[in-house]
């Protein structure tokens, strides 16, 4: 776990693709309250642009953070309003 924030909930979308990702990481985000830190793991390579672009886009939501290993995509949001 990352030092810098506490996660408050995961995601696990392992094995789903484009564009379910994003989709539901949307829909975890929407029940998190502001400032949480939801968790997603993601097998799907193209997730690390696909998440970073839709954070970007959003607003209410930050991309804090993106680890790869292990053939596991490690993304981190942070809901802001």
């Known amino acids: 776990m990352n030092a810098e924030f506490d996660i408050a909930e995961t995601l696990d979308v392992k094995g789903a693709s484009c564009p379910m990702p994003v989709v539901k990481t949307k829909s975890a985000t929407d029940d998190l309250d502001a400032g949480d830190v939801l968790e997603v793991l993601a097998t ?19 991309l804090v953070d993106q680890e790869e290993g292990d053939d596991v995509y490690r993304h981190y949001v942070r809901k802001t309003a």
Do not use: N, Y
Request: glycine letters at 22%; hydrophobic letters at 30%; zero cysteines.
């Open 44 to 62: 799907d390579p193209g997730s690390m642009s696909d998440i970073d672009g839709w954070a970007a886009g959003t607003e209410g939501v930050k």
